[in-house]
């Protein structure tokens, strides 16, 4: 079966587009994702990206202009009888290696732990759902010695509304977001920085519809 999908984004000084074609070969899952600038003023490799991926085990991500390639490995293992779900993650044109680590307590609650290893730094989140409907996510950097703040709540089923605040840039995000399967997924966001003295949200809304073939 091949799936694509078609994503749109619009904001107050340019809009751009992206489109993704995956189809499955046995256990892999096969893909190819294309932005506006591969089309724009004449067919080009400029936003072409591959992907290879098997499900639960590793992507292999190639960006075709940049020549570079991006590995991605999951395992999952048991800790406590709680799933540890792990992520190793190096891009090899910039030698950036990333771990990435989820301890699932249970449905409500979790913990996650990222590290760009050689930075010296750490980012801790704890994630608290609340009957199904509310997301508390507090997380903090040991870097930047900072906390940032993410509240989410579905309303009327398909609707998730969700704020942002980021206490060191002290950025202010409101989103508004809706996934349907039959009339497409879109997004609405706002941000605020409250540290400019002219403070004007900036908008931004997104659309996107996936097919099968």
């Known amino acids: 079966m091949t799936k694509a999908s078609f994503k749109a984004r619009y904001e107050t000084d340019k809009a751009a587009a992206a489109t993704t074609v995956a189809f499955n070969a046995g256990d892999f899952k096969l893909r190819a994702s294309m932005t506006d600038a591969t089309v724009v003023n004449g067919p080009s490799l400029n936003g072409l990206a591959l992907a290879v991926e098997k499900p639960g085990s590793f992507i292999i991500d190639y960006n075709v202009p940049k020549k570079d390639i991006r590995f991605q490995f999951m395992n999952s293992i048991r800790v406590m009888e709680k ?61 930047k010695n900072a ?38 997924s879109f997004k609405i966001c706002a941000s605020l920085c409250l540290l400019e003295e002219r403070k004007m949200p900036k908008l931004s809304a997104e659309t996107s519809w996936d097919f099968e073939m």
């Open 83 to 143: 799933p540890l779900n792990l992520n190793y993650i190096h891009f090899h044109g910039d030698n950036r290696t990333i771990l990435d680590g989820t301890l699932v307590f249970d449905s409500a609650n979790k913990v996650s732990a990222n590290h760009v290893m050689g930075s010296g730094s750490c980012k801790l989140k704890y994630t608290y759902v609340h009957g199904g409907l509310a997301t508390f996510e507090p997380s903090y950097d040991t870097s």
């Open 147 to 184: 906390w940032d703040f993410v509240v989410s709540r579905k309303v009327y089923g398909d609707d998730v509304f969700r704020a942002t605040y980021q206490t060191t840039s002290r950025n202010l995000g409101l989103e508004w977001s809706r996934s349907s399967k039959l009339n497409g």
